[in-house]
C-alpha cells in the first residue's frame, strides 16, 4: 500500500529545473568563500564560477528586486519559487562598478534572458571574488531532487532540479 501511495504522490508532484545562470564550473555551496552562503543562511542552492560575465536568469519568472549595486537580483518564479542570482562575493562594496544590469523590477523573464553583465577580470584585478552562488530562498513546499556540482555547464543547463508538492 505505502508504494501505491509514494507512486501517486510522485505522479502529483511537479517538477521545476533550475538552470545554470553562467558558463562555468558548478561547486557546492559549502565550498562558497563566504560564510553566508557556504552555510546557506540565505537558502539552499549551487554557485558557479564563470568562465564570463555574462549571468542569464535561472528560471521563468518576474524580477523581484536589482539591487542597486547590481551585483545581484531576486526572481519570483512562475510557481512561486523565490531565487537570488548574486554575482560575486562581497562585490557590493563595488557599489555597481563593472556592472550592468539588463531588467528592472517588474520584468517579467524567461530561463535564459539576460539578467546582468559584469567584467570578470576589472572584478578580480580590484581582489574580489566571481563566484556566482545561486540560492533558493524558499524552500517551503519543495524538495531538491538533483543538484550538479563539481561539472562544467553552459547557461541555460540544468542545475538543480525540484519537486513542489
Not at 501511495?5 to 555551496?29: C, Q
Not at 537570488?84 to 535564459?112: P, Q, R, S
Request: proline letters at 3%; one cysteine or more; a negative charge.
Amino acid at each position: 500500500m505505502f508504494d501505491t501511495l509514494k507512486k501517486m504522490f510522485e505522479k502529483n508532484a511537479k517538477i521545476i529545473s533550475v538552470k545554470a545562470a553562467e558558463d562555468g564550473r558548478t561547486i557546492p555551496m559549502d565550498q562558497v568563500n563566504d560564510q553566508t552562503f557556504a552555510q546557506e543562511l540565505l537558502g539552499p542552492g549551487i554557485a558557479i564560477h564563470p568562465s564570463n560575465g555574462t549571468v542569464v536568469s535561472p528560471i521563468d519568472g518576474t524580477i523581484a528586486t536589482v539591487m542597486d549595486t547590481k551585483h545581484a537580483v531576486c526572481i519570483q518564479g512562475e510557481d512561486g519559487l523565490e531565487m537570488i542570482v548574486h554575482a560575486g562575493l562581497d562585490t557590493v562594496e563595488l557599489n555597481g562598478k563593472y556592472y550592468e544590469a539588463h531588467v528592472n523590477t517588474g520584468d517579467h523573464v524567461k530561463a535564459g534572458d539576460v539578467l546582468l553583465t559584469f567584467d570578470i577580470e576589472e572584478i578580480a584585478k580590484a581582489g574580489y571574488d566571481v563566484t556566482t552562488p545561486i540560492v533558493i530562498t524558499n524552500l517551503s513546499g519543495y524538495k531538491i531532487t538533483k543538484c550538479l556540482t563539481g561539472q562544467q555547464v553552459q547557461a541555460g543547463d540544468e542545475v538543480i532540479q525540484l519537486t513542489k508538492e
